[in-house]
C-alpha cells in the first residue's frame, strides 16, 4: 500500500440525494426527509463549511429522498450529470443513503466507461445535525478521496474505501456499516490515507466517458428455505412482467431437487435466471454437487463471486442492453467485480 496526497486545488462536484446524512427527527424519533430541497442542501454545506480547503466544490441537486426509495430512474440522472459535467471536475462526490448505496454505486461502474477519474459515494448513519454524527468525518474523507490520483467508483465510510461493485451494506447501525465482498479494500483511512497498488489511477491526458445508462426494473430475487416448494415460483412463469430473475441457493450455488421443471419451463420462455449464493462471501461452484451440475444443465447463470446488489444491477442493465447476451454480460467482468 502506498500513501497518496491530495491536491487542495482540485474541483469537486457534489451530486446530492438526500439520505440520513440530512435527515432531520420528529417528535415521534423518526427520521424523514427535510421537507424542501433548499433546507435539504443548507443542513449537508452546514455539516462542514470547510470543505473548500479541500477542494473547490459545487453542489447538484439530484433527488432528496430516503434512499429505500430510490430507483434506476435516480441511477440515470446521476449518470447522465457526471456526463454532462465530467469535463469540469476532477472529481465526483455523491452523498446518498446507506441502504441502496451499493445498488448504486454498482450502476454508475457498470454504466460509465473508460472512466478516468474518482466518484465517491457515501453518507451517514447518524443524521449530520447530530453532534454524535459519523456524518462529517465521510463527507471529509470522500473529499480528500476525491481529488488523489485514483479512478473508479468507490464507496468511502468509516475508514474504509471500497470499491463500489465490491461493496456491500452488513450492518443497519455500526459506523463502519460497509464491507467489500469477496475482495479486499481497496483503501484505508487512518492518519493518512492509503490506496492499494492494484486500484486503477487517475488519467492524466484529457479524455471524455462513454455512458449507458437505463436498467430493466422488472427482476425478481428469491431466497431459498429448506422445504420450499418449487411451484410457489409458477407465477414467475406466467407473469410477463418478470424479465430476470436470481435465486439465491445454498453453499456453492446448491438448489434442491425438484426445481428442474421450473428451470426447463425459464429456459423455454427465455427466461434468464442467475443463482448466487446465500453466503455473503460466497461463490458459486455449481459443477461440484449434482444438485448443482442439474441447473446448470439447464440454463442456470452462475454468479459466481459477485455481490448480490452487483448481480441485481447487472441483470437489470444486461436485459435493458443485451437482452440475447444476459449470460456473456453477467460473466464479464468489467470492472473488477468479478473472479472466475
Not at 462529517?136 to 479512478?151: H, K, P
Not at 456491500?168 to 479494500?185: I, W, Y
Request: with cysteine; aromatic share 8%; proline share 4%.
Amino acid at each position: 500500500m502506498s500513501s497518496i496526497e491530495f491536491n487542495q486545488r482540485k474541483k469537486v462536484l457534489l451530486l446530492f440525494c438526500g439520505g440520513t446524512i440530512v435527515m432531520e427527527e420528529r417528535e415521534d424519533g423518526s427520521l424523514n426527509v427535510p421537507a424542501d430541497k433548499e433546507s435539504a442542501i443548507e443542513i449537508l454545506k452546514n455539516i462542514e463549511p470547510r470543505l473548500s480547503q479541500i477542494a473547490e466544490y459545487e453542489i447538484e441537486y439530484i433527488a432528496n429522498i430516503d434512499s429505500t426509495n430510490i430507483t434506476p430512474a435516480e441511477w440515470d440522472k446521476i449518470i447522465i450529470s457526471i456526463k454532462k459535467n465530467y469535463k469540469n471536475y476532477d472529481g465526483f462526490v455523491i452523498t446518498h443513503g446507506t441502504d441502496t448505496m451499493a445498488y448504486t454505486a454498482s450502476a454508475l461502474s457498470l454504466a460509465i466507461k473508460e472512466l478516468g477519474k474518482p466518484i465517491i459515494l457515501t453518507g451517514a448513519q447518524i443524521p449530520g445535525s447530530k453532534m454524535e454524527s459519523d456524518a462529517r468525518r465521510n463527507l471529509i474523507n470522500s473529499f480528500r478521496v476525491a481529488t488523489m490520483e485514483l479512478a473508479g467508483v468507490f464507496i468511502v465510510f468509516d475508514e474504509r474505501i471500497i470499491l463500489g461493485a465490491r461493496a456491500t451494506k452488513a450492518s443497519e447501525s455500526r459506523l463502519d456499516a460497509f464491507q467489500s465482498v469477496n475482495g479486499e479494500d481497496a483503501g484505508e483511512i487512518k492518519m493518512d490515507i492509503t490506496i492499494k497498488q492494484w486500484v486503477k489511477k487517475r488519467k492524466k491526458e484529457k479524455h471524455d466517458i462513454e455512458i449507458m445508462p437505463g436498467f430493466e426494473p422488472d427482476i425478481f430475487v428469491y431466497t431459498l428455505s429448506p422445504g420450499c416448494d418449487p411451484s410457489d415460483l409458477s407465477f414467475l412463469i406466467q407473469n410477463k412482467k418478470i424479465k430476470g430473475i436470481i435465486i439465491r441457493g445454498y453453499g456453492t450455488g446448491n438448489i434442491p431437487y425438484g426445481f428442474e421443471t421450473f428451470f426447463r419451463k425459464a429456459k423455454a420462455r427465455g427466461l434468464p435466471v442467475v443463482v448466487c449464493s446465500q453466503c455473503l462471501y460466497g461463490r458459486t461452484m455449481m459443477g461440484i454437487y449434482d444438485v448443482g451440475k442439474k441447473i446448470l444443465e439447464l440454463g442456470g447463470i452462475e454468479g459466481y463471486d459477485q455481490s448480490l446488489e452487483t448481480l441485481c444491477v447487472k441483470l437489470m442493465w444486461a436485459l435493458k442492453h443485451f437482452p440475447e447476451k444476459v449470460k456473456e454480460i453477467i460473466h464479464t467482468n468489467f470492472v473488477g467485480e468479478l473472479t472466475i
